[in-house]
DNA sequence: CAGATCATGTAACTGGTTACATGATTCA
DNA sequence: TGAATCATGTAACCAGTTACATGATCTG
C-alpha cells in the first residue's frame, strides 16, 4: 500500500490542502506514514495528473497561496476499489525481537535491564497511543457506522501494545525466574 | 535497525556463507527481511571492509566458490553494543485499517466480506507462522536461557497474530449486530 | 526435460526519510 | 528576539525489493 489511499480517503472525507493532509498523516495513530513534506505534495501533484482530483488555489494575502485538493468521481472510483481490495496480512516489524535473539550474550542484571527498557518504551508508546486518540484531530463521523469503525480501528492499535506490554512482562518474569533459583542454592 | 546485526546475530553463532544466511533470514518468522541477494551480499563486503568479520574461501569442483564469513572479536564487539541498546517500540503498519477507516462508503454486505477476507488473511498468516516455528531451521541452543529467548521470540509472532485475529473477529461480529436490528424491523 | 539446489553477484527501481529553502505573522 | 504556525516545494540519501545473469548438478 502506498500513502495515496490515505490522502485520497481524506479527500473523500472534505477538500484539503497538502498542508493539512501533512498533519492529519503525522498526528494520526493508525497511518504509519510521517506525513513529510516530499511525500505528501508530490503525492498530490500525482494524483492530480492522473485526474483523481482537483486543485483550486487561493491567494492570500501576506501568506503563500494554499492549494485546495478536491477528490473527482474518478478518485473516489479508485479508492473504492482499493478499500474492496484483497487486504493484506499486518507486517510486525520488531527490532527488539533480533535483540533478544542474541541477548544470550549477556549477563542476567544486563537481560533484566534490557527487558526492562522495553516494557518501559512499550508503555509509553501505549500512553502516546492512548493521548493521540483522545485528543484526534477531527475524523469523519458522518454515521454510527462510520464512528464505530473509527473507533476499532484506533482499538487496533491499543490492543496491539497492550499485548506487546504483557508480553514483556511475562518475558521480565520467566527470565527472573530462571536466574533466581540458582542463586538461592545454599 | 538495519539487517547488519541480524547478520552479525547468526555469525555470532557460527560462520555462514552468504547464501546460508539469505536462507535463514527468509525462513525466520521474526526477521523482517525478505532475504534477498543484494541486501546480504553487499552487507556481508561492507562488514568485511569494517572489519566486523573475515572470509575464507573455498574452491569447490563443479560448483562456485563458497565464502565462509566468520565474525571477528571486532564485530563480536559492535553486536553487543548494539544488543544492549535502547530498544525501539515495535512499528505496526497495517494497511487494512486503512481501508477500514474510509469503508463506510460500502455496503453491509460488501464490509462484511472485507472483514471476512481479513479474518481469513490473519487465519491463514498465523497457520503458516505456526509451521514455520514448527520446522525451524537449526537454531543456536546453546543454553536453557537461550532456547528460551528463542521460545519467547517466536511466541511474540503468535500472539501479535492472535490478538489480531480476536479483534477481527470481534469487529465482524459488531458490525453484524449494527447492521441485523434494522433488518429485523416489522 | 523442467525445475530445484548450490552459490555468487549486479542493475534498476520504489518507498520512505531528513534536511534545506523561502517568507510573512503571531506569540511568549 | 527566538520559536511556532502557515504553506509551498526540492535535493540527497537510505533501505529494501524485484529481476537479471551465470552455470553445474541433482531429482521427478
Not at 485528543?135 to 499485548?163: G, I, Q, S
Request: with cysteine; charged share 30%; proline share 5%.
Amino acid at each position: 500500500m502506498s500513502i495515496d489511499f490515505a490522502i485520497l480517503g481524506f479527500l473523500s472525507w472534505r477538500p484539503l490542502a497538502g498542508y493539512d493532509l501533512k498533519k492529519l498523516i503525522a498526528d494520526s495513530e493508525f497511518l504509519p506514514w510521517s506525513g513529510n513534506n516530499n511525500q505528501v505534495y508530490t503525492t498530490l501533484v500525482k494524483l492530480h495528473r492522473d485526474e483523481l482530483v482537483t486543485v483550486e488555489v487561493q491567494h492570500q494575502e501576506s501568506l503563500p497561496a494554499r492549494k485546495t485538493y478536491s477528490i473527482t468521481e474518478k478518485g473516489r472510483a479508485s479508492l473504492r476499489t482499493w478499500i474492496i481490495s484483497a487486504p493484506d496480512t499486518p507486517q510486525l516489524r520488531n527490532s527488539f525481537l533480533c535483540q533478544l535473539a542474541w541477548a544470550d550474550a549477556l549477563q542476567t542484571a544486563e537481560l533484566d535491564d534490557l527487558v526492562g527498557k522495553y516494557e518501559h518504551e512499550v508503555e509509553m508508546r501505549l500512553l502516546v497511543c492512548r493521548e493521540k486518540i483522545r485528543r484526534e484531530p477531527p475524523a469523519p463521523n458522518r454515521t454510527a457506522r462510520e464512528t464505530f469503525l473509527w473507533k476499532m480501528v484506533h482499538d487496533n492499535c491499543v490492543r496491539a501494545y497492550e499485548a506487546e506490554l504483557s508480553w514483556a512482562r511475562e518475558l521480565r518474569r520467566e527470565l527472573a525466574r530462571l536466574s533466581k533459583p540458582s542463586e538461592a542454592a545454599p
